[in-house]
C-alpha cells in the first residue's frame, strides 16, 4: 500500500515536471518563430520601401559618368553609365515588384 502511494507521488511529479519542461520550451519555440515571421516582414516592407524611394527619385545612382575631352571616349563613358542605370532601375524594379508579389501572397492567406 505504502509502495503504491510514493510510485504515484513519483508519477505526479514527474508529470508536473514534464508539463512544466513542454511549456516553457514551446513559449520559447513560440517566440522564436513569431521573432522569424515579423523580421521577414520587416525586410519586405524595408526593401519595398527603399525600391519604392529609390524609384521616385529618379533612378540615378550615386556613380557620375566620368567626361573626357576625346569625343569618341565621352560616348563610351556614357553608354557604360547609362547601361549602369537601366541595369539598376531593372534590379529595383525587380525587387520591387518581387515586394508586392509577397504583400499580395500574404493578404490572401
Request: aromatic residues 8%; charged residues 30%.
Amino acid at each position: 500500500m505504502e509502495a503504491d502511494t510514493i510510485v504515484s507521488i513519483l508519477k505526479w511529479i514527474c508529470l508536473a515536471f514534464v508539463a512544466g519542461l513542454l511549456g516553457y520550451f514551446g513559449k520559447h519555440l513560440g517566440k522564436i518563430i513569431i521573432s522569424r515571421f515579423s523580421k521577414e516582414k520587416r525586410n519586405v516592407t524595408i526593401a519595398s520601401q527603399k525600391a519604392d524611394k529609390h524609384l521616385s527619385h529618379g533612378d540615378t545612382p550615386d556613380e557620375s559618368p566620368v567626361i573626357s575631352p576625346n569625343p569618341s571616349t565621352q560616348k563610351e563613358h556614357f553608354a557604360s553609365y547609362n547601361e549602369k542605370t537601366a541595369k539598376s532601375t531593372a534590379k529595383l524594379e525587380k525587387k520591387r515588384l518581387k515586394a508586392q508579389r509577397k504583400k499580395q501572397k500574404k493578404s490572401f492567406k
